[in-house]
T-cell receptor, first 113, second 114 residues
C-alpha cells in the first residue's frame, strides 16, 4: 500500500544530543518536504527537495539539515538538540505538478529537555 | 508573494449545524487550491481540491468552489457531526519562480458538540 512513514512517533531527548527523524514514502514522489508545526497549529516549511541530490531551505530558519540520497527517503538531522527545537515535525511528499496534493506522514513529536 | 488567509478559530458548533470556514488568497498566475484536515495526533490529509476557476471540490459532505473573481475558496458543510472536529487548513500551490511550493493558511480549529 502506498504510504508515507515517519519514525519515531515520539522522542524525548536531552540537550546537546544528535538526532535524526526518519521519513520514507512508497509512492515514488519526487518532491518531499519537512514542516515544523507549532502549538498554535501553523505550519512552517523548513526544508524541501525536488528529487535525489536536491535539497532547499524553506521559509523558517532552522538548525537542522536534510539529505536526499534515495527517492523514497528524506531524513532530517539535528546535530545538537536544544529545548527550542521542541515541536511537532511533519514530513510530506507530492508529485511535481502544482495541482497535485501533498501526502503527509503522522508526524514526530520531539521534546528536548 | 503568495498568501492564504483563513478565519481564526476555534469555530464551535452544535451537531447538525451549517459550517462555513472562510479562505481567501493572493497568488500570481493560476493557483490550485486545497483544503486539508488534521485530526488529533495525526498528519494532514487532503479533504478536497480545485484546480481552475469555478471548479467545485467535494468530499464527505464538504464543498468548496474556486472563485477567481473574489480570490476565495470557502469551505462549507450543510450538517456537521462530532466526528468533524479537527483542524482545517486552506492551501494553494502556484508557480512562484517555477517552484510550486504550497502555501498554507494558519489553520482553523472546529469543535462540534453533541
Amino acid at each position: 500500500e502506498a504510504d508515507i512513514y515517519q519514525t519515531p512517533r515520539y522522542l524525548v531527548i536531552g540537550t546537546g544530543k544528535k538526532i535524526t527523524l526518519e521519513c520514507s514514502q512508497t509512492m515514488g514522489h519526487d518532491k518531499m518536504y519537512w514542516y515544523q508545526q507549532d502549538p498554535g497549529m501553523e505550519l512552517h516549511l523548513i526544508h524541501y527537495s525536488y528529487g535525489v541530490n536536491s535539497t532547499e531551505k524553506g521559509d523558517l530558519s532552522s538548525e537542522s539539515t536534510v539529505s536526499r540520497i534515495r527517492t523514497e527517503h528524506f531524513p532530517l538531522t539535528l546535530e545538537s538538540a536544544r529545548p527550542s527545537h521542541t515541536s511537532q515535525y511533519l514530513c510530506a511528499s507530492s508529485e511535481l505538478a502544482a495541482y497535485n496534493e501533498q501526502f503527509f506522514g503522522p508526524g514526530t513529536r520531539l521534546t528536548v529537555l | 508573494g503568495d498568501s492564504v488567509t483563513q478565519m481564526e478559530g476555534p469555530v464551535t458548533l452544535s451537531e447538525e449545524a451549517f459550517l462555513t470556514i472562510n479562505c481567501t488568497y493572493t497568488a500570481t498566475g493560476y493557483p490550485s487550491l486545497f483544503w486539508y484536515v488534521q485530526y488529533p495526533g495525526e498528519g494532514l490529509q487532503l479533504l478536497l481540491k480545485a484546480t481552475k476557476a469555478d471548479d467545485k471540490g467535494s468530499n464527505k459532505g464538504f464543498e468548496a468552489t474556486y472563485r477567481k473573481e473574489t480570490t476565495s475558496f470557502h469551505l462549507e458543510k450543510g450538517s456537521v457531526q462530532v466526528s468533524d472536529s479537527a483542524v482545517y487548513f486552506c492551501a494553494l500551490s502556484a508557480s512562484s519562480g517555477g517552484s510550486y511550493i504550497p502555501t498554507f493558511g494558519r489553520g482553523t480549529s472546529l469543535i462540534v458538540h453533541p
